[in-house]
Structures are given as C-alpha cells and as structure tokens.
C-alpha cells in the first residue's frame, strides 16, 4: 500500500496521520517517508484491513492511497503508469541521453575493462565515431577467480573521466560494495551493480540513499527471477533513488553452449509490471561476439530501450571477456541496424493504432 502525502499538509496533520499509522502496525514495522520526484510517501506491505485504509483515507495529510498487489510496490506499473525517463551526463556537462524511450534506444559500448590510457581512449573515440551514445568501462572488476585482472580501481575511474572529457560521452561503471559507492557514484554518470550482486543489500541501499542520486543500472542475477530483481530495483528506489534501468544480461543454464541464456521475454513481460526502462546485455548474455549483433537486433524488437555491448579495437587481446567482445566497426553495423529497426517497429505501431 502507498500513502502519498499531501504536499500542503501541517506538521500536525503529519504527526496526526503518523500516529494512526503506528496504532494500525502496532508499531512492529517501521514507517519511513521516501521521496519519488516530487511526490512524498510512505509504503507498508498491504496486510492493512479495509477499515483500517478508511481511517488512513480520511487523514487530511493523505493526498492518496494505493493498494499494490505485488510485492514490489514503488516500482510497480500500478504506482506509475507512465514509462521512467532517466536523463544521464548533465551532472558531469555531458549533452544528456535519456534512457527510457522506445523511439531512442541507447547504446551503451566500451571495454569490459578498462586496461589502460591508449586502450580506452582508442575504444572511447571508435564507439563514439559508431554512434555509442554513453560509454562502459570496468575499473573495479568482479572475477570469478581471484588470479585474473581486478581492473585498475581507482586509477581506472580517472581514465573514465578523462575519456568523458575528451568525448563528451557519459560514462557507466561498476561498484562493488557500498564503502565504493560514494567514489564511483561521484566519477560515473551511471553506476552499475553487477549480476553477482544482485543481491547485495547493503550495496542496493547505498546507491539508493547516496546523495547525487547517481542512476543506477541495475543487472539481473544470473539466477534471479524476475520478480526477486524487481524487489532489488524496489529496495534501491526506497532507500530515496527512483532512477534505476534494469538490465537483462541472462541468465544461468544448464547449456555451456552459450555462457547464460538471454531472457528476452522478460522485456515485454517487464514493460507490464515496471514503469522502470529495460535495456539488454547481449555480450554477456550470449558470452559469443558472433551472437551479438543478432540478439541486438532481437533486443530491440523485443521493446528493449537500450543496449550495452562490450568493444575492443583488438577484441582477441581483451583482458577480460575477450570471446564476446566485438569490434567498433562491428558496433557501427549494430547501432545503423538498430536505427533501422526501431524506425521500422514505430511504423508499425502506428498501423497497429490506426487500425
Ligand atoms: C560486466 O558488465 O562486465 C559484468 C561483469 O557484467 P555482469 O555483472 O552482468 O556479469
Ligand atoms: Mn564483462
């Protein structure tokens, strides 16, 4: 259930409508108010009787409530009917991208690593002269082995910055644990929390109560359903941070043909339960560059807002993902054919509404 307080409401009509809330809880949960843009409310699981949502009804502080019935309430499409628009890079002067329209996917490119200054300059010139619209880049790299390449760190998050200067493009990286937060969120236009940290509380409420309000691409644990990610989305967007992009980026089979199984039926179903945007991750979903620029193509048909798409000038010499990554001349064809098609899915939406 969400409360959306009035805006003109007095301090007494506020500690009024606090009061009753904590006689109906019985105090046993505690009500916080969070900030959604420009609406102020408070959340409680829906285990509140009729009567009781009567009595909170006639509170002059309660401008509306909502009864959700999924778990995850602020992201829910029944909170918000229209689509989330994120606008990214203004913070850092960048001309700004807003992810979240179907008319405009985003792309984002760049290396699964960043490995040095040539490398990422290189990477960062070629995607953008291929249309890439914000630049990828890990400094702090999660490993599945503690003896491959950790990325730079923060020597990493400087060359970003540098790279963003030079090109203008937003950049996105990853953070790894909350204490990293305030570092990545104050270098990086977007932070990223990674599959493998999904689940890292702590971490999803970092990026939600951080003062800049960084927005955060959050990808799906590779063996999360969709709803444990959209309880994910949901704590980050409670902690005060409404800005978050859900990333499908697949998920763990038992196939090793492919190194995840890309759900893209989760973009459309998606689009019905969250207001949130959706983008794909085809270079680690499929883990092999010759899929990529087919389950780009696919991505976008399947209403995604946006891609990110691991590129090296040398892919093979890659420090990390080096099988799934592409080339920039490979990302051009891939950014020229999403053009194409996302022209071509509004035409036919327009036929599919005049008829
Ligand atoms: C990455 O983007 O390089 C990455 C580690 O992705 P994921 O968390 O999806 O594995
Ligand atoms: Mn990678």
Sequence with gaps: MIISIQAEASNDERAQLMALLCRITGNQRPITTTRIREREVIVLDNAIDGQ??????????????????????LVSR?????DTQISIGEAHGCEPVVVGRTAKPVIMAGPCSVEDREQLLETARS???????????????????????????????????????????????????????????SHADIVQIGSRNMHNFPLLRAVGKHRLKRPVLLKRGFAATVEEWLLAAEHIVAAGNPNVILCERGIRSYDPQTRNVLDLTCVPLLQELTHLPVIVDPSHATGKRELVPVMSRASIAAGAKGLIIEVHPDPDSALSDARQTITPEQLRVIVRETELLTSLLKEGSDLTHAA
Aim: charged share 20%; aromatic share 6%.
């Design 52 to 73: 009781a949502q009567a009595a909170l009804r006639e509170q002059r502080a309660v401008a509306d409530l909502q009864v959700i019935k999924t778990g995850y309430q």
């Design 78 to 82: 029944a909170f918000q009917a229209e």
């Design 127 to 185: 995607v953008q002269a291929a249309g890439a619209h914000i630049l990828r880049g890990g400094a702090f790299k999660p490993r599945t082995s503690p003896y491959q390449f950790q990325g730079l760190g923060v020597e990493g998050l400087h060359l970003l910055a540098e790279a963003r200067e030079v090109t203008g493009l937003p950049i996105i990286t990853e953070a790894m644990e909350p204490d990293m937060v305030d570092l990545v969120a």
